[in-house]
């Protein structure tokens, strides 16, 4: 039986095209619908400076390691936010939520 402990990696490119990308926030949705957020590692996560062609597209990949008990079934990438760094944010969400409430 799995014990929950897994790797999710999720590819994406991105550019910025004056200052460079610098950190990447993230939030997995479990299949439980719990939301843990936490930021990526890559090489230009850190410093003032972007170094390359902050113009051109890079590829990224956000690794998150599941721990053991972590909850089995469908998790999904619930939001980016891709900071440059000029301090400047963008945020995409991948989830639409909808609360309503029945009458009877």
């Known amino acids: 039986e799995p014990d929950g ?3 999710v ?3 994406f490119k991105a550019k910025d095209d004056k200052s460079g990308i610098g950190t990447v926030g993230y939030r ?5 619908g719990f939301s843990h957020q936490g930021y990526m590692s890559h090489e ?4 003032p400076i972007f170094h390359g ?3 051109a597209w890079n590829e990224y990949t956000l690794k998150v390691e599941l721990a053991k008990g972590s909850p089995g079934g469908k ?3 619930e939001s980016l936010d891709i900071h440059d760094k000029a301090g400047n944010r963008k945020h995409h969400q991948f989830i639409e939520l909808l609360q309503f409430v029945t009458s009877r």
């Open 53 to 55: 062609d902050s113009s």
């Open 44 to 47: 230009n996560e850190y410093g």
């Open 75 to 77: 998790w999904q990438l």
């Open 28 to 32: 997995l949705m479990d299949p439980q």
């Open 9 to 11: 990696k999720v590819y």
């Open 5 to 7: 402990a897994s790797v």
